[in-house]
């Protein structure tokens, strides 16, 4: 056992899923260290809430489409500092529009974020944990990653991808005990899902048998179950927290 501090790594910490998944590593026991890209003081803010509970964390402003100043990151906060013992792949944006009209640009930045960023922590932390023969990674997707969503070919093609990659590390890593899961969320009150129109969402309410939205929390808890001593012979697997959307 080393003396460094063992530490949870969740990118896109400072609101929504991110928050409370922070928030629930932190209660668990884990040193939290969060990115975020924007809003300093939103990250602040959830360090603020970690140490009130009693918890420790750390808040590093790091844009999750920079494979350069991830991989420097790495060397300057993780290497020989921390045991990394979890990392959470949670920063994700929207940038939603039908194909047919889809700017390439919005079709780049989804994909540089959601699936090219992931693959970069996933990388430089396969590293560290792989040294350390140990790990936990737990990547976000999304239920419309498994479904497919009009509007949404962009982040629905970057989702789905990190399915493949999810799969595809769990392979390459369990020799070194490392875990891969993915968490598929289905719809989670968020600011992401708070800008949707509200006939958008009560279609979206029609397709979920459990007839509500899903809270951050169920996503937390689920993150927390897959990091923890219980989860230590899964891998490689999607667990859908989507109240019955997908099955
Ligand atoms: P949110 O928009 O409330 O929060 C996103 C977080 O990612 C923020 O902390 C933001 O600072 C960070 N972020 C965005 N771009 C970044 C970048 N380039 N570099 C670093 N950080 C960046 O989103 P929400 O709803 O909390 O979503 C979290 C994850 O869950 C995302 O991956 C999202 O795709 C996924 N998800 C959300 C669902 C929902 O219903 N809210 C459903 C399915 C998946």
Same mark, same amino acid.
């Given at each position: 056992?080393?003396?460094?501090?063992?530490?949870?790594?969740?990118?896109?910490?400072?609101?929504?899923?991110?928050?409370?998944?922070?928030?629930?590593?932190?209660?668990?026991?884990?040193?939290?260290?969060?990115?975020?890209?924007?809003?300093?003081?939103?990250?602040?803010?959830?360090?603020?809430?970690?140490?009130?509970?009693?918890?420790?964390?750390?808040?590093?402003?790091?844009?999750?489409?920079?494979?350069?100043?991830?991989?420097?990151?790495?060397?300057?906060?993780?290497?020989?500092?921390?045991?990394?013992?979890?990392?959470?792949?949670?920063?994700?944006?929207?940038?939603?529009?039908?194909?047919?009209?889809?700017?390439?640009?919005?079709?780049?930045?989804?994909?540089?974020?959601?699936?090219?960023?992931?693959?970069?922590?996933?990388?430089?932390?396969?590293?560290?944990?792989?040294?350390?023969?140990?790990?936990?990674?737990?990547?976000?997707?999304?239920?419309?990653?498994?479904?497919?969503?009009?509007?949404?070919?962009?982040?629905?093609?970057?989702?789905? $991808?990190?399915? +493949?990659?999810?799969?595809? =590390?769990?392979?390459? !890593? #369990? @020799?070194?005990?490392?875990?891969?899961?993915?968490?598929?969320?289905?719809?989670?009150?968020?600011?992401?899902?708070?800008?949707?129109?509200?006939?958008?969402?009560?279609?979206?309410?029609?397709?979920?048998?459990?007839?509500?939205? $899903?809270?951050? +929390?169920?996503?937390?808890? =689920?993150?927390?179950? !897959? #990091? @923890?001593?219980?989860?230590?012979?899964?891998?490689?697997?999607?667990?859908?927290?989507?109240?019955?959307?997908?099955?």
């Amino acid at each position: 056992m080393s003396d460094l501090p063992k530490v949870a790594l969740v990118t896109g910490g400072s609101r929504g899923i991110g928050r409370t998944v922070a928030e629930k590593l932190a209660a668990d026991g884990f040193e939290v260290y969060l990115t975020f890209v924007s809003r300093p003081e939103a990250a602040d803010e959830v360090v603020a809430s970690i140490e009130k509970a009693g918890g420790k964390a750390r808040a590093f402003q790091l844009d999750s489409a920079d494979r350069d100043a991830i991989a420097a990151f790495f060397k300057d906060e993780i290497k020989g500092k921390a045991d990394l013992e979890v990392l959470v792949n949670n920063a994700g944006i929207t940038r939603d529009g039908l194909m047919m009209r889809m700017k390439d640009e919005d079709w780049d930045k989804v994909i540089h974020v959601n699936l090219t960023g992931c693959f970069a922590f996933l990388k430089e932390a396969s590293k560290i944990m792989g040294k350390q023969r140990s790990g936990r990674i737990v990547n976000i997707t999304s239920v419309v990653g498994q479904m497919g969503n009009a509007g949404q070919a962009n982040y629905c093609a970057a989702k789905a $991808g990190l399915i +493949g990659l999810t799969k595809s =590390a769990a392979r390459e !890593l #369990a @020799g070194r005990n490392i875990t891969v899961n993915a968490v598929a969320p289905g719809f989670i009150e968020t600011d992401m899902t708070a800008e949707l129109p509200e006939k958008v969402v009560e279609a979206m309410l029609e397709q979920i048998p459990l007839k509500t939205l $899903g809270q951050s +929390g169920d996503i937390a808890a =689920a993150v927390s179950f !897959l #990091a @923890g001593p219980g989860a230590g012979y899964i891998t490689g697997q999607v667990l859908g927290v989507n109240g019955g959307m997908y099955m």
